[in-house]
């Protein structure tokens, strides 16, 4: 998780230079977190994506104007949940109007943000103790979405090798992440989420 001080540094390249780079490394650095804390908001993965994924495309389109009064950390933090009870909202009316009963919805503290960040920490810190071959097949899967045949082909290996070497580091994760595993690998498989940046 990057510091304070290299985010508000990535911020300032947006702002001044356009740059789309740094957008790209900031976007990567919270999107996964702030779905996880979204979903907790709206209980539903599909919206919570929609909802982390506006909130960027604000950030890009108003990058010029946008004023950080705290920190950027606390901005999308601040951002994303505002947009949750506007969602929540009226999604409140809409079931007024349908009959449907609204559902409960838990909460999210900062803190519980911030440790989902620190996770995807812990969770490259463990794909640097696997194998180079067992590690590109689970970023292969898991980071961009390939099918085990899909990276067979690309690896020029059986499909069988890439369910070994992906059972392998499957092993090895639960082991080194233990309480954190089901949450890790929720949080990897949205980090390539984002593939193309809006026009400027």
Not at 33 to 48: I, M
Not at 131 to 151: A, K, P, Q
Request: proline share 4%; hydrophobic share 40%; charged share 25%.
């Amino acid at each position: 998780m990057k510091n304070d001080a290299y985010i508000e540094n990535l911020f300032r390249k947006i702002g001044v230079h356009d740059s789309r780079e740094a957008f790209k490394e900031l976007f990567f650095e919270f999107y996964p977190a702030l779905c996880v804390f979204a979903q907790r908001y709206v209980n539903d993965w599909e919206t919570s994506e929609d909802i982390v994924q506006e909130t960027f495309l604000k950030v890009w389109k108003n990058r010029k104007t946008i004023d950080i009064r705290l920190s950027f950390r606390n901005f999308l933090l601040t951002s994303v949940r505002n947009s949750c009870t506007d969602y929540l909202r009226k999604e409140s009316v809409t079931a007024r109007y349908t009959g449907q009963v609204e559902p409960s919805h838990a909460s999210m503290s900062p803190e519980d943000f911030y440790t989902l960040s620190e996770l995807e920490v812990l969770l490259h810190q463990a794909l640097e103790k696997l194998s180079s071959d067992v590690r590109e097949v689970f970023e292969m899967n898991r980071f961009n979405g390939l099918t085990y045949h899909e990276i067979a082909t690309q690896l020029d290996v059986s499909p069988k090798t890439v369910e070994a070497r992906m059972s392998k580091a499957l092993k090895t994760l639960r082991h080194e992440l233990k309480d954190y595993y089901p949450l890790l690998l929720l949080l990897c498989a949205h980090i390539d989420a984002m593939g193309n940046l809006p026009p400027g």
